[in-house]
């Protein structure tokens, strides 16, 4: 219903910098919670940070202070900046959308799509 596409992902070294961008299309009528998940090797997938339709952000402990979530409402876009990158930190980055979407037979949907991931990987 809705199609995420993320980019900004690469090999960076520790204390690095990577700005993460997902945009999302569709026949949109709102999106409320935006975000970023992580799935490393062996690990279960975490969330890493959210940007409510409300406003509110939400990060997991091990981001915070280093991650910076925002969005463009107008654009139905999420930023992630990344600081002070850690080998832990990498992962593949995935974005979420909660989304109301309407179709064509004029019913409204309500769902949650993810992107296809992007790869973010920190040497020490």
């Known amino acids: 219903q809705v199609q995420l596409v993320e980019s900004g992902g690469g090999l960076v070294s520790t204390g690095s910098s990577l700005r993460l961008s997902c945009a999302a299309s569709g026949k949109i009528v709102r999106i409320d919670d935006m975000g970023w998940h992580r799935q490393a090797p062996g690990k279960q997938r975490e969330l890493v940070a959210v940007?409510?339709?409300?406003?509110?952000?939400k990060y997991a402990d091990s981001v915070k202070g280093r991650f910076t979530i925002s969005r463009d409402n107008a654009k139905n876009t999420v930023l992630l900046e990344m600081n002070g990158l850690r080998p832990e930190d990498t992962a593949v980055y995935l974005c979420t959308a909660d989304y109301v979407v309407l179709q064509d037979d004029g019913n409204y949907v309500v769902g949650r799509s993810w992107g296809q991931g992007t790869q973010v990987t920190v040497s020490s």
């Open positions: 940007s409510t339709g409300g406003g509110n952000t």
